[in-house]
C-alpha cells in the first residue's frame, strides 16, 4: 500500500466517522420535554435582572470604599 492511498483511507474514515456523528446528534430529541415552557416568564427574569444588577451595584460600592480608603492610606504613608 502506498502512502497515498494511505492518507486518502485515512479521509474516508475521518469522512464516515464524522458523518456517523453528525446523523447520530441529529436522531437525539430537541424538543423541551411536556409541561415545561421553554422560558421562565419575563417578568420573573426581568426581577431576577434586577436583583443582580442591585447586587453587583453594592458590591461596587464596596469595593470602591475599600480602594478610597487604602487611597487615603497610602497617601498618608501609613499603608506598607
Same mark, same amino acid.
Not at 7 to 19: D, F, H, I, N, R
Not at 21 to 46: C, E, K, N, V
Not at 51 to 61: A, F, G
Given at each position: 500500500? *502506498?502512502?497515498? *492511498?494511505?492518507?486518502?483511507?485515512?479521509?474516508?474514515?475521518?469522512?464516515?466517522?464524522?458523518?456517523?456523528?453528525?446523523?447520530?446528534?441529529?436522531? $437525539?430529541?430537541?424538543?423541551?420535554?411536556?409541561?415545561?415552557?421553554?422560558?421562565?416568564?419575563?417578568?420573573?427574569?426581568?426581577?431576577?435582572?434586577?436583583? *443582580?444588577?442591585?447586587? *453587583?451595584?453594592? $458590591?461596587?460600592?464596596?469595593?470602591?470604599?475599600?480602594?478610597?480608603?487604602? $487611597?487615603? $492610606?497610602?497617601?498618608?504613608?501609613?499603608?506598607?
Amino acid at each position: 500500500m *502506498t502512502r497515498e *492511498t494511505f492518507s486518502w483511507g485515512l479521509v474516508a474514515a475521518g469522512m464516515c466517522l464524522a458523518a456517523g456523528m453528525f446523523g447520530y446528534a441529529q436522531a $437525539l430529541p430537541a424538543q423541551q420535554p411536556a409541561g415545561q415552557p421553554p422560558f421562565a416568564s419575563s417578568i420573573d427574569q426581568r426581577n431576577e435582572q434586577i436583583r *443582580t444588577q442591585q447586587q *453587583t451595584n453594592e $458590591l461596587l460600592r464596596e469595593q470602591n470604599k475599600i480602594l478610597r480608603e487604602q $487611597l487615603e $492610606l497610602m497617601r498618608g504613608g501609613k499603608a506598607k
